[in-house]
């Protein structure tokens, strides 16, 4: 019988993550330890010095980061907004999906950060699989919960983006 690696190469996901308390870091684990086998092969890196040449590394991307101050990015994402923000390079071929954690007491800004990363990906042509995820530390749902349940549908979707983009 044909295995599923004899006719389609294995996914690289590749999870960024921008975190402040290590929360973010925590869900991208789970979703690591969730997506990572045979099929689908997954690389987390914190966004600490990275910059938007990370962008080339192929594959789909998944933006996992929390939201400070004035509903900015986290200070270890920083640099790697600013890069992208600075540089806009063409992104048209990235496909990319956003988890983003914030605190629905601060109304103002909630999950501003996620959002800024997602406005910013789609200005410079890269195209959203599924909608930005909104955690809320407000609501008692554990951020890892909520992200190893809303992945199986997620990874499905990056398969489908994947081979469009191929
Ligand atoms: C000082 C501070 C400022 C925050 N500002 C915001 C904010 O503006 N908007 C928001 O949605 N969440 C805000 N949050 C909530 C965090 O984004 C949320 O707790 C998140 O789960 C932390 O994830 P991390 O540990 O990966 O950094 C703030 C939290 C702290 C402690």
């Known amino acids: 019988m044909m295995q599923y690696s004899d006719c389609q190469m294995a996914l690289k996901i590749n999870i960024l993550v921008g975190t402040m308390t290590g929360t973010a870091q925590l869900v991208a684990q789970e979703l690591e330890l969730?997506?990572?086998?045979?099929?689908?092969?997954?690389?987390?890196?914190?966004?600490?010095?990275?910059?938007?040449?990370?962008?080339?590394?192929?594959?789909?991307?998944?933006?996992?980061?929390?939201?400070?101050?004035?509903?900015?990015?986290?200070?270890?994402?920083?640099?790697?907004?600013?890069?992208?923000?600075?540089?806009?390079?063409?992104l048209s071929q990235l496909r990319y999906g956003v988890f983003g954690l914030g605190d629905r007491t601060y109304a103002e800004t909630f999950n501003f950060g996620g959002q800024r990363f997602d406005e910013l990906l789609a200005e410079l042509g890269a195209q959203r699989i599924g909608e930005r995820v909104k955690h809320d530390a407000?609501?008692?749902?554990?951020?890892?919960?909520?992200?190893?349940?809303?992945?199986?549908?997620?990874?499905?979707?990056?398969r489908q983006a994947a081979g469009q983009a191929a």
């Open 34 to 90: 969730a997506w990572d086998d045979g099929e689908t092969k997954v690389e987390t890196l914190l966004m600490d010095k990275l910059d938007s040449t990370v962008f080339a590394r192929g594959g789909v991307y998944l933006i996992c980061t929390s939201t400070y101050g004035q509903g900015d990015v986290p200070d270890n994402a920083k640099a790697l907004y600013d890069d992208l923000n600075t540089k806009r390079p063409d």
């Open 138 to 158: 407000s609501s008692g749902v554990l951020p890892e919960e909520m992200a190893t349940e809303w992945g199986d549908e997620w990874l499905k979707l990056a």
